[in-house]
């Protein structure tokens, strides 16, 4: 490729932008072009430069300005020349030394199989709002035999790429976050569909005698995730107070289809769990029945005080301990109940026999009772209208 460059007049209020031309293939291309100084090499002295282009003088000019209102400000930061797929990588690799394992997994897998493929090709200062907007409309549009991406994997894109694009912020490679502006699609919120008492009693009649019986009850009535209840050690059961303290989780190590580890909980906050006598009550049989099993297989045991274990005292695996319980739901004509369905019908029992919001949030973990009240207000309010109901049965009742 040639170049061969021809200064125009200078814009007003200037006298670095000039008209430069290039051949490319056999064809002569031009555009515009701006110098400017950002400062001076402390070593030689010598000016530090830097290039703006754009396909107009008025565009040029444009930039030069407001390149200069920066640099008299003090919020000039240099161009970044890194693409988005090279900052991406680097922030995967080097800024996310407090996200979980599972995570970063996430993070990795969204990063490779959609935004690189959207956007990755784009410089990074060059990445605008309007581009993000497309990245996310494309997303949610058919892909030949494949349907779009649903509102929930949408938004968690957008997480990945909005929190990505802060730390380079921070850093100094572009000056604003252009997803801040895009508009998101909506989640629809899955219909929460907790068991009734009747098919709470189904439930427990078809797990009696089940060697996971004591785990599926223990979730049905303290709200336990999986990962929480398989992790669950008996340093955390306090017979005295009748609570569990939930401070873990356990969790399938990246990159090992079979091998797992204990990590913090969810939102990585610990909580106590107050905890029903006759549940309490369980446990304690369960324990009494454990440490006989302990005696019976000796050295083979290894004592690593799980509450719920095999028969060497190994943690169970999350995984099996939910297709078992697949199959029960199965059996008792509930194929589409699932493991934290157990968590929503504690939740809304506990509602409807009188708990307060707020001891609900607590003992589910949740991060605020707003969002607990969120999750399941639909359910107070079907219990305040017919609380209300009663009331009016009884009003009839002693002044008719």
């Not at 396909?55 to 003090?74: C, F, I, M």
């Not at 009649?205 to 995730?225: K, P, S």
């Not at 004509?333 to 369905?341: A, E, V």
Request: glycine share 8%; net charge positive; with cysteine.
């Amino acid at each position: 490729m040639s170049r061969t460059k021809h200064t125009s007049r200078a814009a007003n209020g200037s006298g670095s932008i000039r008209k430069v031309q290039c051949k490319r293939n056999g064809k002569t291309y031009s555009y515009w072009q701006a110098r400017y100084t950002v400062g001076y090499d402390p070593g030689t002295g010598k000016q530090i430069q830097r290039s703006i282009t754009g396909k107009t003088q008025k565009e040029v000019a444009q930039k030069l300005r407001q390149v200069t209102t920066d640099l008299d400000n003090g919020s000039y930061t240099d161009p970044c020349n890194l693409t988005v797929a090279e900052w991406l990588d680097l922030w995967l690799s080097t800024y996310l030394l407090n996200v979980k394992p599972r995570t970063v997994e996430s993070y990795e897998m969204n990063v490779r199989m959609h935004i690189k493929l959207g956007l990755g090709a784009v410089k990074l200062s060059a990445l605008s709002a309007p581009m993000v907007q497309a990245f996310y409309n494309n997303l949610g549009k058919p892909q030949g035999d494949k349907p779009g991406l649903s509102a929930k994997t949408i938004r968690c894109i957008h997480g990945i790429l909005h929190k990505s694009l802060k730390k380079a912020i921070q850093i100094g490679y572009i000056r604003s976050n252009p997803t801040e502006v895009c508009e998101l699609p909506r989640v629809e919120k899955r219909e929460i569909v907790p068991l009734d008492q009747d098919q709470m009693k189904a439930f427990l009649r078809a797990i009696e005698g089940h060697i996971y019986e004591d785990i599926y009850v223990v979730a049905l009535f303290t709200g336990l995730r999986r990962g929480e209840i398989c992790a669950l050690t008996w340093d955390c059961v306090d017979f005295k107070n009748g609570t569990l303290y939930i401070n873990k989780q356990l969790q399938k190590v990246v990159g090992h289809t079979a091998a797992f580890e204990l990590v913090s909980t969810k939102n990585s906050r610990s909580r106590t769990v107050g905890v029903a006598p006759s549940v309490m009550e369980l446990l304690h049989r369960h324990k009494i029945q454990q440490n006989i099993q302990r005696l019976q297989m000796g050295a083979a045991w290894q004592d690593n005080n799980f509450v719920f274990c095999n028969e060497r005292g190994e943690h169970l695996s999350p995984h099996t301990v939910y297709h078992k319980f697949k199959e029960i739901a199965a059996q008792i004509g509930l194929p589409n109940l699932r493991f934290h369905d157990l968590r929503h019908s504690y939740a809304v029992a506990a509602i409807s026999v009188g708990d307060d919001i707020k001891t609900v949030q607590g003992n589910l973990g949740h991060a605020t009772a707003t969002f607990t009240l969120d999750v399941y207000g639909h359910f107070t309010d079907q219990m305040r209208k017919a609380s209300s109901e009663r009331m009016d049965r009884l009003f009839r009742t002693v002044t008719g």
